[in-house]
């Protein structure tokens, strides 16, 4: 199964990526954990992408497509994908689609994790985390027992400072001005299924797995 997974911040696409690669038994791949790897390993286009990074540019799609080609070519991969966090625009998945052509390897499919505004805002800005151990709360959806501690150790909770409303926003705007165009991108390839984003971790799961089942 070669798929993308589509959705918002805060739409659950990392936690469903997760546990669709250990139940399909494919890679989970996210161009940010490329980056960072390519960049410790010191690859050639570990080092262009380390270039820009140093230099505050952004690191360029070809860089980025030539990391996931190299990717896909692994033995883990040969069954399948889950592409987390890319394409994010028309032209970046203009340059997957090339790039997958070339391999004769079109995605099978795009899942799109659908979730409204009001509860991504929900989602985002309610999170609070363990600053001992790291767990995560939501004081609107999953609060703690006793509010401000965490109830594994008792640590304080925090909220990070990118997850307040105006920040959360404006990263919800940019998602919608520049990746959601993709819906109607893979809608005109017939390739685009999309699964409510709401409800429990596994219902969801369930949703996307018979999805792959089909595909």
Do not use: W
């Not at 940010?32 to 390993?41: E, H, K, S």
């Not at 992408?49 to 505050?56: H, I, L, Q, R, T």
């Not at 925090?158 to 990746?179: G, K, M, P, S, W």
């Amino acid at each position: 199964m070669r798929t993308v997974l589509l959705g918002a911040p805060g739409s659950g696409k990392g936690t469903q990526g997760v546990g669709l690669s250990q139940k399909y038994n494919i890679p989970q791949i996210s161009t940010g954990d490329l980056l960072r790897a390519a960049v410790n390993a010191g690859s050639e286009l570990g080092k262009k992408a380390k270039s820009a990074m140093d230099a505050g540019a952004l690191v360029s799609d070809d860089i980025v497509i030539g990391l996931i080609r190299e990717r896909i070519s692994h033995d883990d991969a040969k069954n399948g994908y889950i592409l987390d966090g890319f394409p994010r625009n028309i032209p970046q998945a203009e340059a997957l689609d090339i790039m997958l052509s070339e391999l004769n390897q079109p995605l099978q499919g795009v899942v799109l994790l659908d979730v409204a505004f009001e509860e991504l805002m929900q989602r985002l800005t309610g999170r609070r985390t363990c600053k001992d151990c790291g767990a995560i709360y939501n004081i609107h959806l999953s609060p703690s027992k006793v509010d401000g501690h965490c109830d594994a150790c008792s640590g304080e909770l925090f909220q990070r400072a990118d997850d307040n409303e105006e920040t959360i926003a404006n990263r919800l705007n940019v998602y919608q001005q520049q990746t959601a165009p993709l819906v109607e991108y893979y809608q005109n390839q017939n390739k685009l299924h999309t699964i409510p984003g709401t409800g429990s971790i596994d219902d969801i799961s369930t949703a996307i797995g018979a999805i792959f089942d089909t595909i």
